[in-house]
């Protein structure tokens, strides 16, 4: 995966001419000058209340918030997504990260069962750009659709809105797409993912992150997820990491969802930031190593086991 | 069909003078100096998600998105309907294409029977303006409005403004309008039809886009299509391309709208993209043999044959 | 009737001293100088969509949306009130008219049983006020409220935010009050036309559009409007023309609607329109000749069949 | 009940320095230097359509709601309420009442058996602000909320935000709260009308109107209304007049409400506008004298019935 | 606990520079000095209507809402918390108290069975800013968010926006967060408590007041809030006071709320102002004492005994 420089990069149409420098900027750092992203997502405190943080199988460091900034400052990253808020409260503390704002967030506790899922909008833009002029490195923005909510509309119609602010100001933007709801018989479905893939190309944003499809009909979900990346065109995009697993099963995945999917990176949370600041150090550069660096599976477990190092 | 001039353009009152020299250039750009539209429909990323663009039938190319512009690129198209990012993103290496930018659009997820249909406005229009300003060719905007949902309310509202404000600004407006709900037994029915089509009138719209009525009481499809038409008064009536049939009844059936039902033109996706470059690049000749040229069936039969070729 | 003269006019306190003359100049243009209401209505595109237009015992030419502008233009009019787009496309060949735009309007496929009415504000005032600053003929505004409708408070609160805009701008309004949906029982009760007559002078409106209401205890439609022009008190009150019925069963309702039930006037749509143009133009010279000229119905059937003139 | 002086009144801290002296003007003014209220409530040919103004027992005067204007001009009053629409219409015929803008209303058509209640705001402030500005003389604004309805949170945002945004502008507020909705079993409870005035006092209101609370347990709803006033603290208490009684009834409660229930006033409608002119303003009068002059029962009864004369 | 110093404060990235010394200002004087909260909740007359202030074991003197200001001034509290317009009233003759204005509120009629709960934003930044600039010292603000309610959407858009911009003006922030409505068995959770204290942290607020969770599998209260405390991270958590008990149980519970559950004070309002003035007063400053002044239990309950007193 050879560097990449300025030229490279295919800056789109709805980023001011004023702004042209500053989004090639934000994309240069945030993909380390590859073009891939490795985003390490911290928004569960949210998303899932506490359970991601405190628990049986979960190292006792994570049950401080700070521990996802230590790991965001001494591991290898391409950006930190959080909330607003979170951000906030530690950037300071660690000025060298680049920060992704989630612009929307909801817990876990109203279920689909009862009720099609909203993630609202929690500040407007105003409020992230103001946080960059005062300092504080955030290169881009996040927001999340539940695809074939009844709730759909306000999701789509919030995304929309905010990447042309965001793209006029300069910044990045990363969606979460996953089809949810009661409408939503299959989540995973290849064709499905593919649609949520395409839906963020025409929303405008820059990166996309999906649900690895379920394999199918002799098919992995690495070949699946091909007919996703083709789908989101100029659109990057990058599989959520999902619950723990073994560093070899996870990288392995990885690996592939690169090599065969298309997939120009990841976006993981609980299977990083759920290990011991070193452990966890060391998975953030094995999973650069393959994302950034092109390493192997091997030579990525090494880096996790520590026996290699990577470093940009 | 001969070509018009600037003067033979009925400027509506809700151009503002200083805009009108704007408006007369998109309006000659976007109907090539005729007065008809040819409208390349290219928002089904997210309307259909990827099963118009990938599986059996499809070409294969039409998995890559990039299809859709090389087809507007290479081929004779009035404008290319897309959502805003979508251009955003291959605008820049097909600049000449004319853009007609889609303000609003709704995955086909939550099916009628669950929830009547709603399609959220997903930018608002200084987003457009300002990828016009930054240099993006974009002639004007589109809008679907599904009559007779529980959310018309919704969608009418938001036409009604952006209607205002894009002529405002020069634009020129295509409604996309089609009769749905749980109120709706008869999506295609003359009447119904020619009501959706004097709403647009009503709304200020320069064309609308309707689906093409049932034949009935012995009456084809293209001669109920007349009451539309006529009911839509200046509002220029374009049909539906709708799934892809063969190329023969397609054309049969756009001269038939056009000589017969009194439509100026038509709007067409599938029928197109569906098919490998050349010869999709072919369709849209043949498409516009008609709709510009005035060329009869069989002369647009062997335009789509390569036989012959037609150019503006 | 005599003329009566700018002075004779109550100019409410929330027209601004700055817009007096033209709130002044459009009362006299709208009631021919008489303080009368001739309302052409010619919102039904999209209230009832094409049924008004084309179809048995309809007028040919009707079915073109521009004999709506060649009766406005010919025949004699207070206002012709339609939604904005309409207006936009038709009035810069027919400069002359008194243009009210309509402000809100729904079709009339969502039955009240299956979802109570809402008919939603289509564009702001400052789209109304841009097309008058650029040379459009536009002397009011008109706005829809169904009473009781569980839409109701939005209704309100649209119709009261936009009476205030439009009298600070000098623009005249009248409100169409319907009451209508699961909680009303009798849409035409004497004491309900009243009590929306009361709502509309509390809004602050000029005019308003009512039902007549029924016949009851005895007492005539024309009786029973009474008490509704009473509670109307200085708005002043025009009813609704109904369905098609003939000249003299229409003149006579309307002359007694004048001087028995306290009426200010009419508004009519297709009683007019589903004519030939001449036969339109005739009877909308006929209602004025109550209306403005005091008239009595006789006379008034003469200038309808042409045997006399009537002009102002 | 002596007069006050400017200094005896407490300005709120959310009226700002620059009008302070406006609020002073109003309070004054509205409480005719007494610091009690009397309200003319003339809101109710919305609230109540036309039935409180036509009908059996109803002097025929009141079917012209000019006669309200009529009453507070020639009675004694402290502000005459009445929706914006209707003060804008008669106030410049009768520019020395004290007029307070009734921001929101609903008609009784929809009852709470089918939908909690919910009275919408009508305009924004800025509309009664250019009213003023133009010299109609408005010294506050009014708002009823419905607490425990399912709307309750509307209401009380809209009231929360037009309370500071009228201090600020130094005008008063009275605030109208009646608990209501399927939540609401017993509307007149006495601790419950207490909470409906201590919402009022936490939303900054300078008055509020409650319903007198059901005597209960051996006490007289005089008596337990002193729970309210005591829970409404610096938030003045007046009680509705309620539905037509005989004026020596009335005129006990009223000074029962004060002198016992700790109120500062009342806010009376049909008790008054049902009767004939002459009869209404000896009524106003009569009040007046109670309210502002501290007379006892049988000397207001003695003005109401003309026997002797209650001025300012 | 040691008084700290203004550079112990860590200030959020989102306190624009200009203020950040309003910012520190507000954190000193709201924490007296010590970086720990004890703050008087003083909300209750809207959130439980006149239950709270009067009745069988409340003082009467608690029925006058003056009564909540002279605890506030007379003993030792951190801030007062109540919403703005009561604030606007008594501010001016207490000056000196350190005012969060709580920017939301709701009643409690409507209950969970019938519909989740929503407490709205009654008033915007604005109002509160005006205030503060005419001289009111309010050092911050408050919100309550109910996670788990179908409209925990919509009060964690207006938290969130709130927060972003009292920061950007230098406010500090408490969030009242309860997770409640059909989704949530089970409020007091431990692991619940600490996702609510988590969420705030994330939101980016200052302090957050949660419920103490229920003991659980032979862990006490105090023991399990420590979860709560560390998922809080940055954001100091406090517990609500809860119903009143007797000053013994209570001061034991603070003391292990803040040395077991890892708290930085408690936000109590019924425990307090209940009691007779004086009462109240020593209880403030027995609280104050263990918050602020590290006392233990037993020197706490000699100060609300007044056998030794507590000052800063």
């Known amino acids: 995966m050879p560097k990449i420089s300025r030229e490279d990069i295919l800056v789109p149409a709805d980023v001011m001419p004023e702004v042209r420098e500053v989004y090639l ?31 049986e199988g979960i190292d006792i460091s994570d049950s401080d918030p700070e521990h996802l900034f230590k790991i965001g400052s001494q591991g290898i990253c391409g950006v930190l997504a959080g909330q607003r ?46 946080m960059r002029e005062a300092g504080c490195n955030i290169v881009g923005i996040g927001y999340t659709i539940y695809l074939g909510s ?26 979460w797409i996953y089809p949810r709801g009661e409408a939503v018989t299959d989540e995973k ?14 929303l405008g944003s ?27 065109g100029r659109c990057g995009l990058v599989c959520a990491g999902g619950s723990a697993t073994d560093a070899t099963t996870f990288l392995t995945q ?17 299977n990083i930031h759920q290990r011991s600041l070193d452990e966890a150090v060391r998975l953030t550069k094995a999973i650069s190593a393959i994302t950034f660096g092109d390493y192997d599976v091997q030579e990525a477990l090494d880096v996790f086991e520590g026996k290699e190092d990577f470093s940009l």
Chains 1, 2, 3, 4, 5 share one sequence.
């Open 25 to 55: 900027d934000n994309m240069m750092a945030a993909t380390r000058g590859t073009g891939h992203l490795m985003l390490f997502a911290c928004d569960q405190k949210i998303e899932h209340l506490n359970k991601d943080f405190y628990g």
């Open 85 to 130: 808020g979170l951000i906030a409260r530690y950037a300071p503390d660690y000025p060298d990260i680049n920060y992704l704002v989630k612009m929307n967030s909801k817990t876990n506790l109203v279920k689909t069962a009862q009720c099609d899922p909203y993630s609202p909008q929690l500040y407007d833009l105003e409020a992230v750009l103001a």
């Open 150 to 175: 009844e709730y759909e509309p306000q999701m789509m119609a919030e995304a929309g809105e905010l990447i042309a602010e965001a793209h006029a100001e300069g910044l990045i933007v990363v969606l």
């Open 189 to 202: 479905a290849a064709d499905l993912i593919a649609g949520a893939a395409g839906t963020a190309l025409c």
């Open 206 to 232: 820059d990166f996309v992150k999906v649900n690895p499809p379920s394999p199918a009909d002799g098919a992995t979900s690495a070949e699946l997820l091909k007919q996703a990346s083709d789908a989101s």
């Open 254 to 270: 990885l690996h592939e969802q690169i090599h065969i999917g298309g997939a120009v990176g990841n976006a993981t949370g609980r």
